[in-house]
C-alpha cells in the first residue's frame, strides 16, 4: 500500500512527448499506418507527471486511454503531429519523440473512397517532414530525444541519425526481441550518442526505461546548464 513517492526531480519543467503511430489517409477510408502501441510514449509521459513536470502528451490513435493530470492532445497525421508538437515545444525543457511517424504520405488525398480497378495500382508518396530534425535545428537549451527501431547496423544507423537531427540521444532496439518494441510490456534498448557512444540497457518494463530514460535526459540537462 505504501509505494515510495517519486522524486519531485522534474518540479517547473515542462515535458513534451510523442507517441502512437501516425495514420496517413488515401482516400476517406483507407489509410497507412504501422503497429506502434503508444506504451513507450505513455509511460515516459506518466513517469515525467510523476516527478512532478507539467506534461504534453502528443499521441496518434492507440488503445490506451488519456493519461490524468497532463495536457493529451489526439493527433491522426504526421502533419498534424507535428504542428502539435512544434507548438508545445516552444517553451519545453525535455522533447520525447517516440512516436513511429509515416516517412511518407499520399502526394494527393482523394476526397472520395477509391474503387478497385483491374491490374496494379501504383500510389504517389511524398516526404513527411522530420519532427525530430526541425526541433533539433532550433534547439535552445532543451534536451531532445529520439528513439529508433532499426534491424541492423543499430548503433550506428542510431548514432547518424543523433547526428544528423541534432538529438541529445536515440534509444534504438530492435523488432526481433520477443515482448519487447511493437506493442509488448518491456524494452530492450541502447543508448546511443552523436558521437557514436553507446550503452546497452538491460532488458525492462517499459516504466523502468521510461523511469531511466528521464534519468539521463536530467543528465544531460545538468551538463548544460552548469
Ligand atoms: N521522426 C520524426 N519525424 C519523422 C520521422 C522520424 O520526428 N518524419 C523521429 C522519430 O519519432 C524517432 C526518430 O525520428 O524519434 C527516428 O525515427 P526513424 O524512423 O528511425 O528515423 P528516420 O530518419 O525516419 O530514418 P529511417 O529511414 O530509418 O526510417
Ligand atoms: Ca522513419
Do not use: C
Request: no cysteine; proline share 5%.
Amino acid at each position: 500500500l505504501l509505494t515510495p513517492a517519486a522524486p519531485r526531480d522534474l518540479d517547473g519543467l515542462h515535458v513534451v512527448v510523442s507517441a502512437g503511430p501516425t495514420r496517413e489517409y488515401l482516400d476517406p477510408v483507407r489509410f497507412i499506418s504501422n503497429p506502434s502501441s503508444g506504451k513507450m510514449g505513455f509511460a515516459v509521459a506518466e513517469n515525467a507527471r510523476d516527478r512532478g513536470a507539467r506534461v504534453t502528451l502528443v499521441t496518434g490513435p492507440v488503445n490506451l486511454p488519456d493519461p490524468s493530470d497532463m495536457q493529451v492532445v489526439r493527433i491522426e497525421s504526421a502533419l498534424e503531429l507535428r504542428d502539435a508538437v512544434i507548438g508545445a515545444a516552444q517553451d519545453a525543457d525535455i522533447v520525447v519523440m517516440t512516436a513511429a511517424v509515416a516517412d511518407y504520405r499520399a502526394a494527393e488525398l482523394k476526397g472520395e473512397k477509391q474503387a478497385k480497378v483491374a491490374g496494379d495500382v501504383s500510389i504517389h508518396l511524398t516526404p513527411n517532414p522530420d519532427i525530430l530534425a526541425e526541433l533539433g535545428q532550433n534547439k535552445g537549451e532543451r534536451v531532445l530525444v529520439g528513439f529508433a527501431m532499426e534491424t541492423h547496423a543499430g548503433v550506428e544507423r542510431a548514432a547518424a541519425k543523433a547526428a544528423h537531427k541534432n538529438a541529445d540521444f536515440i534509444l534504438l532496439n530492435y523488432p526481433t526481441q520477443e515482448g519487447t518494441a511493437f506493442g509488448g510490456d518491456d524494452n530492450q534498448v541502447t543508448l546511443v550518442r552523436a558521437d557514436g557512444s553507446h550503452q546497452d540497457w538491460p532488458r525492462a518494463s517499459k516504466r523502468q526505461v521510461a523511469r531511466q530514460l528521464l534519468n539521463e535526459a536530467l543528465r544531460v540537462r545538468g551538463q548544460r546548464t552548469t
